[in-house]
T-cell receptor, first 114, second 112 residues
């Protein structure tokens, strides 16, 4: 079946612009995660959605970052007034339920802020 | 208490050798310990996982060893191949709702 998809695959933007990154999780998966991965670095947790519960936003680095998940499926990560330090690969993952389930990752969106 | 410490940061192994990557955790509430493999330009993918009721799990050339008392677990790659060259992440989570915590990653290079 279809895996996790993300769009766009690459995004180049100018400093100060807003960007929206999209994630389509695997159908039926109730949990969805966003991570940031800087070049050669590990996975930095950003936000976690589980079903209809309030999202865990504890990893969002600043109030310029926000995310929503509509209808328990598609998620959008929005970065306002982008800065050069926001340049990274943004990875989305989904899982069937609680955090002890396998996470299935999308290919990521490579964001470059000039 | 939520950290997962992974070592080494990078590893070079000869083809046919054994690759060993170690992780340590602090939160005794963790009950699921997966390893993910990431190739350049791709998202991480589950390689193998273990729960703390067993001390070892083997799948092909990949083995997880788990030491509950020491709060440590490791990945062993037997007969390492150049195609194993990738970044490996250990992780820990808890079905009670804690988010998955990832180690910092180990970049493995297997020399032909």
């Amino acid at each position: 079946g279809a895996g996790v998809s993300q769009s766009p695959s690459n995004k180049v933007t100018e400093k100060g612009k807003d960007v929206e990154l999209r994630c389509d999780p695997i159908s039926g998966h109730t949990a969805l995660y966003w991570y940031r991965q800087r070049l050669g670095q590990g996975l930095e947790f950003l936000i976690y959605f589980q079903g209809n519960s309030a999202p865990d936003k504890s990893g969002l680095p600043s109030d310029r970052f926000s995310a929503e998940r509509t209808g328990g499926s598609v998620s959008t990560l929005t970065i306002q007034r982008t800065q050069q330090e926001d340049s990274a690969v943004y990875l989305c993952a989904s899982s069937q339920g609680l955090s002890s389930d396998t996470q299935y990752f999308g290919p990521g969106t490579r964001l470059t802020v000039l | 208490q939520q950290q997962v410490k992974q070592s080494p940061q990078s590893l070079i192994v000869q083809k046919g050798g054994i690759s060993i990557i170690n992780c340590a955790y602090e939160n005794t509430a963790f009950d699921y310990f997966p390893w993910y493999q990431q190739f350049p330009g791709k998202g991480p993918a589950l390689l193998i996982a273990i729960r703390p009721d067993v001390s070892e799990k083997k799948e092909g050339r990949f083995t997880i060893s788990f030491n509950k008392s020491a709060k440590q677990f490791s990945l062993h790659i037997m007969d390492s191949q150049p195609g194993d060259s990738a970044t490996y992440f250990c992780a820990a989570s808890n079905g009670g709702g804690f988010k998955t915590i990832f180690g910092a990653g180990t970049r493995l290079f297997v020399k032909a």
